[in-house]
């Protein structure tokens, strides 16, 4: 089923910023790097006014869908950042599409209302979880670069002067570091604040579940590239293999409770 509707101004909002973020996506290669990069600076712009709205407007709603969408924004924040410290980075056209989808779905699946009852410190518990994924899902992104780099080397193709790979391969693991120790403070203040932050302990539920399996996987790939050396198409692997874990916690959870149960909680 398909959750009540967003507000005006989020459908206002959140259109703008789908047909912003569809110009680089769709027509990169005609663009120049200015004006492509123009428009990726007003998507971005208009998705977190529309993300702000969501949670601070008329009737504040959050969800698997605006969980997806800020941690969509956070990746174009994550890249707007890089671009200037790495200008030879070429991702525009692919996280421009990813942000068109992600923002459509959260205006299609805007959530539940939060209740004014909850605890003041659910929306750092949120942010945190929030940070986390962003983190993650930068580090999918280097990791996908790092991927397509290494099949430019094999094939002796040009690599349009892309970044190095190694230089991709340690920020790949810096974005996984940082994730891994928001993600461990997230698990920590469910696990020892659930009756504050929800009004009930800590349970192991599918969302619990998923959450330690993603904690284990990461916690394995930091201690194999230490300690073994694990780099290349292995490490990739099981950093998709935790992101994968990590998406199926919250998102994968709420999208069953909220689109195919239909319930709140």
């Not at 671009?83 to 539940?112: K, S, Y």
């Not at 659930?194 to 619990?208: E, N, Q």
């Amino acid at each position: 089923m398909i959750l009540p509707s967003a507000s005006p101004v989020s459908w206002l909002l959140a259109l703008a910023a789908a047909m912003a973020y569809a110009v680089p996506a769709a027509a990169a290669s005609r663009l120049g790097p200015v004006a492509s990069r123009n428009a990726l600076l007003v998507a971005w712009i208009l998705h977190g006014a529309a993300l702000v709205w969501g949670l601070w407007g008329d009737a504040p709603r959050f969800g698997f869908a605006p969980a997806l969408s800020m941690t969509a924004w956070l990746v174009l924040t994550v890249y707007a950042v890089e671009r200037q410290l790495f200008p030879q980075m070429q991702a525009r056209w692919v996280l421009a599409a990813l942000g068109a989808v992600a923002i459509l779905l959260a205006l299609v699946f805007p959530g539940q209302p939060l209740h004014v009852a909850a605890s003041a410190w659910l929306p750092l518990h949120l942010a945190l979880g929030i940070a986390c994924y962003g983190l993650f899902a930068a580090a999918v992104v280097h990791a996908w670069l790092m991927t397509r780099a290494e099949r430019h080397i094999r094939q002796a193709e040009d690599p349009h002067n892309g970044i190095p790979l190694l230089t991709l391969e340690r920020l790949t693991f810096r974005f996984v570091t940082a994730g891994f120790v928001l993600l461990t403070a997230t698990l920590l203040a469910g696990w020892l604040f659930g009756d504050t932050l929800y009004g009930r302990a800590w349970r192991w539920d599918h969302k619990a579940i998923f959450s330690v399996l993603s904690w284990l996987t990461f916690a394995a790939l930091l201690v194999g590239r230490a300690r073994f050396g694990w780099r290349g198409r292995n490490a990739v692997r099981v950093l998709y293999m935790g992101s994968a874990l990590l998406l199926l916690a919250y998102v994968g959870s709420r999208f069953v409770m909220e689109v195919v149960l239909g319930r709140s909680t």
